[in-house]
């Protein structure tokens, strides 16, 4: 069974590109297809026949795989198309007839909580014979008013075998929903704004005390300390010298 669903795997990368043409091709020119989308939140269109019975089960030997292509990171824009691909695999008893894609989109921490009913496309006289291999397109588009953030997509897809109706889950698991026109949303730029803000007031905030450390802190008068010299120091310095010989003989000749 495990080496089964790795070829299927293997199988379905490496034709999924000429296959899709195929598909995309027959399904065009007959114009087989009708897609209906629900223009509000939790609601299918009026016109998409009901394919909700939760009772149908997968059929034995019928496998199914999702890709997203060249978006790994499975980012949904808001407002916009967004395209996976479906693989399907039969290695049951018989033909199937395919009926419709569809997709739910759920709330990531409580998976009972429907947010949208998303797009479900019909097939008309889409066989795929035993013992093959097909890839169908399934494009879809959230609602430009959802909050970004993180979902659960829940993707279906519907088929009968000798007038039985079938459904496998072709994708169940999350979803990263931004902002349409670019990586720039809501919450950066508001995260932006409140950091360059507190930047602001901590550079007020440290211009202020500077200034007040500044006024606080004055300048101490320059006080010079020295000594003073007096006359017997003088005296005493000079004794012995001619300059005191001198001032001797001058006070003598005045005491005359």
């Known amino acids: 069974m495990e080496i089964r669903v790795i070829s299927f795997v293997v199988a379905f990368l490496l034709l999924a ?19 209906v989308e629900g223009g509000e939140l939790g609601i299918v269109g009026d016109e998409a026949q009901d394919f909700s019975d939760g009772s149908l089960s ?20 808001a407002g916009e198309e967004t395209e996976l691909l479906v693989g399907m695999h039969n290695e049951g008893e018989s033909s199937l007839n395919v009926i419709a894609t569809r997709a739910s989109l759920h709330l990531s921490y409580d998976h009972r909580m429907l947010v949208q009913n998303l797009t479900i496309q019909e097939f008309y006289n889409t066989t795929v014979p035993l013992s ?18 993180t979902f659960d ?3 279906t897809i519907v ?10 889950v072709f994708y169940n698991g999350t979803i990263e929903v931004v902002e349409a026109g ?3 949303t809501i919450e950066s730029v508001f995260l932006v704004t409140l950091g360059v803000a507190l930047i602001g007031l901590l550079g007020l905030w440290a211009y202020g005390r500077i200034q007040n450390l500044s006024k606080k802190t004055k300048r101490a008068p320059k006080v010079e300390v020295g000594t003073t010299t007096t006359k017997d120091d003088m005296n ?8 005191a010989h001198s001032l001797s003989s001058n006070k003598s000749k005045k005491k005359k």
């Open 17 to 35: 590109s000429p296959i899709l043409q195929v598909v995309r091709s027959q399904v065009d020119s007959a114009e087989e297809v009708a897609e």
């Open 153 to 155: 997509l829940v993707g």
């Open 182 to 184: 670019g990586f720039i």
């Open 132 to 149: 093959a291999q097909a890839t169908f397109p399934y494009i879809f588009a959230v609602s430009k008013y959802l909050q970004p953030g």
């Open 159 to 168: 088929y009968e075998i000798d007038q039985n109706l079938y459904q496998n």
């Open 58 to 77: 997968p059929a034995p030997g019928v496998d199914t795989i999702c890709v997203f292509p060249k978006n790994a990171a499975r980012l949904v824009p």
């Open 236 to 243: 005493e310095w000079l004794q012995g010298t001619a300059y």
